[in-house]
């Protein structure tokens, strides 16, 4: 795969205008269009659509774009990774499985569908019962599942402490390990790997893509 090139911010600044505009025919066209010129779907998904969609967020939050242009933006890359999908599944399944999840409360679901879509690409299957879901009905889920790993990502830094209630209500009924991440931790957070056994933080994809490889060797 083609490496990309971070002294550039034209594909990212690019893919930016046109999901402010909802322009999913041209967004989809040109991320797309990075896929066919051998840019990995990591790379797209970390340094194109994960730095656009923060850049959405910061601009919310200062009153540069209005909810509906940030519902806008976030609904166009969902049907855009959605249309990459079967691409990305890999033909060699690996017989694991992983429940993915965001704490109760939390409605922003387009990082942890990353998550999923790189270990779909490792030959896992990801079960993700979507956003908001309520802590105790998330373990009825993975009792239910029986996977080899839980996910979790949070968004918003005021809900880390609703992550710190699924990671005990988790480790107090299962020995799974269990990796955490999301934008939240930008602000802080990331020492509740440490208070709970076999308990990760993943900064980025690239870190989980490595871990995903050498968990499975």
Request: negative net charge.
């Amino acid at each position: 795969m083609q490496p990309f090139n971070t002294n550039t911010q034209t594909d990212h600044d690019h893919y930016l205008a046109l999901i402010l505009e909802g322009n999913r025919a041209a967004a989809s066209v040109h991320i797309k269009g990075l896929a066919a010129q051998g840019v990995s779907i990591r790379d797209i998904y970390e340094n194109i659509i994960k730095t656009a969609l923060y850049r959405v967020g910061e601009l919310w939050e200062s009153n540069q774009i209005t909810v509906a242009e940030e519902h806008i933006a976030t609904s166009v890359t969902e049907g855009i990774m959605n249309e990459l999908f079967y691409d990305i599944v890999s033909r060699q399944r690996q017989a694991r499985k992983v429940v993915l999840g965001c704490v109760e409360t939390e409605f922003h679901q387009v990082g942890v569908k990353m998550v999923a879509d790189i270990f779909e690409m490792k030959g896992w299957d990801t079960y993700f019962p979507g956003s908001n879901v309520p802590a105790n009905e998330m373990i009825r889920y993975i009792e239910k599942q029986r996977p080899d790993m839980v996910a979790l990502s949070v968004s918003i830094y005021s809900h880390i402490p609703l992550l710190e209630k699924m990671l005990r209500l988790i480790h107090h009924t299962f020995d799974l390990p269990v990796i955490i991440g999301g934008q939240a931790f930008r602000h802080g957070g990331k020492e509740l790997a440490e208070k709970y056994p076999r308990t990760r933080y993943m900064a980025d994809l690239k870190e989980l893509e490595t871990f995903i490889d050498q968990y499975q060797t």
